[in-house]
């Protein structure tokens, strides 16, 4: 740890990081327990803002208990040469979305349940069985006004459901724009 930190706030930030850490697997062990991951084909993380790490040690999780599971990551953070040195490093990650996922993702999985071949989806980055990554470029763009409306009351029937005690501090961010 360095820069712009005094020696006795580096001892604190030390301390910190290393409870947090001890925290961290059993958050992931909670998590991988209780959702049951056995019923989904195709199981899609986010990775916007700061949420790799904690997606990474999810899908490695998951991956480890269900290796034939497919596992794709989307988000700000997979965007461009983002996501392939991720890929690379982590071979939980089956598939990224780079760029909008409205159309690239769905695609991907319709192609998975019939049994086609996901080459040539513009946005997906997929890795081939032997371990080949084989990169497609940027999704393509959805006319906003031809997607679903987004409907998050199962996100918040589950929150109250599993954290009553959060009520109304439930937030969700909310994009105004693209580019």
Same mark, same amino acid.
């Given at each position: 740890?360095?820069?712009? %930190?005094?020696?006795? !706030?580096?001892? $604190?930030?030390?301390?910190?990081? +290393?409870?947090?850490? =001890?925290?961290? #697997?059993?958050?992931?062990?909670?998590?991988?327990?209780?959702?049951?991951?056995?019923?989904?084909?195709?199981?899609?993380?986010?990775?916007?803002?700061?949420?790799?790490?904690?997606?990474?040690?999810?899908?490695?999780?998951?991956?480890?208990?269900?290796?034939?599971?497919?596992?794709?990551?989307?988000?700000?953070?997979?965007?461009?040469?983002?996501?392939?040195?991720?890929?690379?490093? %982590?071979?939980?990650? !089956?598939?990224? $979305?780079?760029?909008?996922?409205? +159309?690239?993702?769905? =695609?991907?999985? #319709?192609?998975?349940?019939?049994?086609?071949?996901?080459?040539?989806?513009?946005?997906?980055?997929?890795?081939?069985?032997?371990?080949?990554?084989?990169?497609?470029?940027?999704?393509?763009?959805?006319?906003?006004?031809?997607?679903?409306?987004?409907?998050?009351?199962?996100?918040?029937?589950?929150?109250?459901?599993?954290?009553?005690?959060?009520?109304?501090?439930?937030?969700?961010?909310?994009?105004?724009?693209?580019?």
């Amino acid at each position: 740890i360095s820069g712009g %930190f005094e020696t006795g !706030d580096r001892a $604190i930030l030390s301390k910190d990081l +290393i409870r947090l850490a =001890a925290k961290s #697997k059993p958050f992931v062990c909670h998590v991988l327990e209780s959702i049951d991951w056995s019923k989904y084909d195709v199981i899609g993380l986010t990775s916007t803002f700061a949420q790799n790490i904690a997606s990474l040690a999810l899908a490695t999780a998951i991956k480890e208990r269900w290796p034939n599971k497919i596992i794709a990551f989307g988000g700000a953070n997979m965007y461009g040469k983002l996501g392939r040195p991720l890929m690379r490093r %982590f071979p939980a990650i !089956d598939w990224i $979305i780079n760029g909008e996922g409205d +159309i690239a993702f769905p =695609a991907a999985v #319709k192609r998975l349940s019939i049994g086609e071949s996901v080459h040539g989806i513009p946005g997906l980055t997929y890795r081939r069985p032997g371990g080949e990554i084989i990169e497609q470029g940027t999704a393509t763009l959805a006319n906003l006004d031809d997607l679903p409306h987004p409907d998050f009351s199962d996100y918040f029937r589950d929150v109250q459901a599993r954290v009553p005690e959060l009520e109304v501090a439930t937030e969700l961010p909310l994009e105004m724009s693209r580019g």
